[in-house]
C-alpha cells in the first residue's frame, strides 16, 4: 500500500513538505502508544503504522478517526477480561498481530492509497465503521452476560461462537459505528446524511461478517482474518450502493 501510495501520491509527497514530516511523527506515535498499551502486536503495531501514515498524509481528520476506532476497539477488548479468559475468546495479551490488523484496517488504507475520487472519505469511513463496530459487537457480547444466538438459525450458543450475535452486542456495534459516524461528521468529512450511511453500512457490515463467520468459517472455508477482511469490504460496498 506504501508502494502504490508513493507511485499515485509521490509528486504530491515531495511538495507536502512539513505536512509529510508530521504525518510520519504522528505515525509513529500511534505505533509506540498502540504497542506499550499491549493493543497490538510488534507486527501489528507496524502494520498500523502503514495504515496510520496513509491516512495522516492523505487527510490528517482521517488519522484522528483512526485514533477514535483504537480507542473504541481497545476499551471494548478491555471490558470482561475475566469472564473471557474464562470463554477462552480473549485476545493475547500481546495485543493484535499484523494480520488482525490488516484484516480489519487494510481496505481503509487501500482507498487511501488509490487515487481520489468522490467517494473515498466515505467508503474509508464506512469500512472504519465496520471494523469498530464487528469488535465492539464480539467483545461487548462476550464480556456481558445475555442470550447468543446464531445469526443463521436463532439457535441458542456459547458467546464467542463464530456467527453468535446477541443484544448486548448489537447495540454495542450500532453505538460503536455511530460514534465513528458521528467524529466523521464533526469533523467535516461528512454531511448528516453521509454519516447516516456511514453509520448504516458499518453496522450492516458487522451482519454480513457475523453471516459469513455462522457459514463459511465455522465450516473452515474462511478463517477469522479473512471474514474480517470480507466484512469491511462489504461495508465499502454498502456504502457505495447507499450513495448511488
Request: hydrophobic share 55%.
Amino acid at each position: 500500500m506504501i508502494g502504490l501510495f508513493a507511485l499515485l501520491h509521490g509528486r504530491d509527497l515531495i511538495y507536502s513538505g512539513r505536512h509529510f514530516i508530521t504525518a510520519v511523527a504522528i505515525t509513529l506515535a500511534f505505533a509506540i502508544v498502540g504497542r506499550l498499551a499491549h493493543g497490538v502486536s510488534t507486527s501489528g503495531a507496524i502494520a498500523g503504522a502503514v495504515v496510520a501514515f496513509l491516512m495522516a498524509t492523505r487527510d490528517l481528520r482521517m488519522f484522528w478517526i483512526l485514533l477514535v476506532v483504537f480507542a473504541v476497539t481497545l476499551a471494548a477488548t478491555r471490558l470482561g477480561g475475566s469472564r473471557k479468559k474464562q470463554l477462552r475468546v480473549a485476545e493475547s495479551d500481546n495485543g493484535r498481530s499484523a494480520s488482525q490488523v490488516m484484516a480489519n484496517l487494510g481496505i481503509a488504507g487501500l482507498i487511501m492509497a488509490i487515487p481520489a475520487f468522490g467517494l473515498w472519505r466515505i467508503l474509508a469511513l464506512a469500512a472504519l465503521a465496520e471494523a469498530a463496530a464487528d469488535t465492539a459487537s464480539s467483545e461487548i457480547g462476550t464480556a456481558f452476560r445475555g442470550r447468543t444466538v446464531l445469526i443463521t438459525s436463532g439457535r441458542a450458543v456459547t458467546p464467542g461462537i463464530d456467527g453468535g450475535i446477541s443484544l448486548n452486542g448489537t447495540v454495542a456495534a450500532l453505538l460503536a459505528a455511530g460514534i465513528i459516524a458521528a467524529c466523521g461528521m464533526a469533523l467535516g468529512l461528512t454531511s448528516s446524511t453521509e454519516a447516516a450511511t456511514v453509520a448504516c453500512a458499518g453496522t450492516l457490515g458487522m451482519l454480513v461478517d457475523s453471516l459469513l463467520g455462522a457459514t463459511l468459517e465455522r465450516r473452515g472455508y474462511l478463517n477469522n482474518d479473512l471474514v474480517n477482511l470480507f466484512g469491511t469490504s462489504s461495508a465499502v460496498l454498502i456504502a457505495w450502493l447507499l450513495m448511488r
